[in-house]
């Protein structure tokens, strides 16, 4: 099947004079977890938002499912699970006792879903606390609960992960991974925080100013993270002039008065070594270094990295 779950293309937003999202088009696939990487501001819940058609598309198509949403909404939505916004639950109820709520709101027909959803996010069932006594991390738990109480094929979860301590940043991680390998649930995740999306994502989306930079599989974008030297000297500037004069395009970065990166992998280090230090640059240290996904962002945003 190579339909995709949620395809966009061109997808773009504008408020007045603000374009939100430009041009974006993003692929999810069924069974794997596509992370969508941007800083505040880069566009990420306005995507969410018009794919789950909870504000206009100002150009550009969405399908879901294979389908444009527009007119298909009664269809599509109980085939979703979202948390775009906190949803409002009711703090002088239980978590157990909201989710009801909102099951039969949905009219939920499996008499089990409370129970079963909050059994996947490690919450109790039936216990006496009340939603307003429950910490940021209970309260995210129970958020995605409610988002998979209906068992849709699709979750769509913005930034599910802000502000949770390191070990439920790791259940959480847990369960999404088994919801998406073991029962093969698309999930188009947000977050600015790129460690995050490198541990959990199979797919990545890069917004960056309200574009897509990137998108690939993290395996790809692993494999093709470049290989760089790097060069520790007395004068990166001087050394730049050197690099200029005897290699003429040799693409090269600096990074500090004493750091430098020469991507050009053909160049010989020894051959390097000893120009720097013949027209009189100290060389402290050169090596060969792999990129990090840090790094690779830090280039393709022109410096400034996403995270
Ligand atoms: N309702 C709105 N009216 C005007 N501008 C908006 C609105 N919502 C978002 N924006 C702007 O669109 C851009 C993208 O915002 P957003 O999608 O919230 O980014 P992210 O979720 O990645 O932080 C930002 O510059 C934001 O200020
Ligand atoms: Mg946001």
Same mark, same amino acid.
């Given at each position: 099947?190579?339909?995709?779950?949620i395809?966009t293309?061109?997808?773009?937003?504008?408020?007045?004079?603000?374009? *939100?999202?430009?041009?974006?088009?993003?692929?999810?696939?069924?069974?794997?977890?596509?992370?969508?990487?941007?800083?505040?501001?880069?566009?990420?819940?306005?995507?969410?938002?018009?794919?789950?058609?909870?504000?206009?598309?100002?150009?550009?198509?969405?399908?879901?499912?294979g389908?444009?949403?527009?007119?298909? @909404?009664?269809?599509?939505?109980?085939?979703?699970?979202?948390?775009?916004?906190?949803?409002?639950?009711?703090?002088?109820?239980?978590?157990?006792?909201?989710?009801?709520?909102?099951?039969?709101?949905?009219?939920?027909?499996?008499p089990?879903?409370?129970?079963?959803?909050?059994?996947?996010?490690?919450l109790?069932?039936?216990?006496?606390?009340?939603?307003?006594?429950?910490?940021?991390?209970?309260?995210?738990?129970?958020?995605?609960?409610?988002?998979?109480?209906?068992?849709? @094929?699709?979750?769509?979860?913005?930034?599910? #992960?802000?502000?949770?301590?390191?070990?439920?940043?790791a259940?959480?991680?847990?369960?999404?991974?088994?919801?998406?390998?073991?029962?093969?649930?698309?999930?188009?995740?947000?977050?600015?925080? =790129?460690?995050?999306?490198?541990?959990? *994502?199979?797919?990545?989306?890069?917004?960056?100013?309200?574009?897509?930079?990137?998108?690939?599989?993290?395996?790809?974008?692993?494999?093709?993270?470049?290989?760089?030297?790097?060069?520790?000297?007395?004068?990166?500037?001087?050394?730049?002039?050197?690099?200029?004069?005897?290699?003429?395009?040799?693409?090269?970065?600096?990074?500090?008065?004493?750091?430098?990166? #020469?991507?050009?992998?053909?160049?010989?280090?020894?051959?390097?070594?000893?120009?720097? #230090?013949?027209?009189?640059?100290?060389v402290?240290?050169?090596?060969?270094?792999?990129?990090? =996904? @840090?790094?690779?962002?830090?280039?393709?945003?022109?410096?400034?990295?996403?995270?």
């Amino acid at each position: 099947m190579d339909e995709y779950v949620i395809e966009t293309e061109q997808l773009t937003k504008v408020y007045g004079e603000q374009t *939100a999202v430009d041009a974006v088009s993003i692929h999810v696939k069924k069974g794997r977890i596509y992370g969508l990487l941007g800083r505040n501001g880069a566009g990420k819940t306005t995507i969410m938002k018009m794919v789950l058609g909870l504000t206009s598309v100002t150009s550009g198509q969405i399908k879901v499912f294979g389908k444009k949403m527009k007119g298909q @909404e009664k269809k599509i939505y109980p085939r979703i699970g979202a948390i775009i916004e906190t949803p409002g639950f009711y703090p002088n109820l239980t978590g157990t006792e909201n989710l009801e709520i909102f099951a039969k709101l949905r009219g939920t027909s499996c008499p089990d879903a409370v129970k079963n959803a909050l059994e996947v996010v490690g919450l109790p069932y039936r216990d006496k606390k009340l939603f307003s006594k429950y910490s940021l991390g209970m309260k995210q738990r129970l958020g995605i609960a409610n988002a998979i109480m209906h068992d849709p @094929e699709l979750l769509i979860l913005d930034e599910p #992960i802000n502000g949770l301590d390191p070990i439920g940043i790791a259940e959480i991680r847990n369960f999404l991974q088994d919801l998406s390998k073991e029962r093969g649930k698309a999930i188009l995740i947000s977050s600015h925080i =790129l460690s995050e999306i490198d541990l959990l *994502a199979d797919d990545i989306g890069v917004i960056h100013n309200v574009r897509l930079l990137e998108e690939s599989s993290m395996e790809g974008l692993r494999r093709k993270n470049q290989k760089y030297i790097m060069f520790r000297v007395s004068s990166t500037a001087t050394a730049a002039q050197i690099l200029e004069q005897k290699y003429g395009t040799v693409k090269y970065r600096i990074e500090d008065d004493n750091a430098m990166r #020469i991507y050009d992998m053909s160049v010989d280090i020894s051959v390097v070594n000893e120009i720097f #230090i013949t027209n009189g640059v100290g060389v402290y240290e050169s090596r060969v270094c792999d990129e990090s =996904l @840090e790094d690779y962002f830090k280039e393709i945003t022109g410096g400034v990295g996403i995270a």
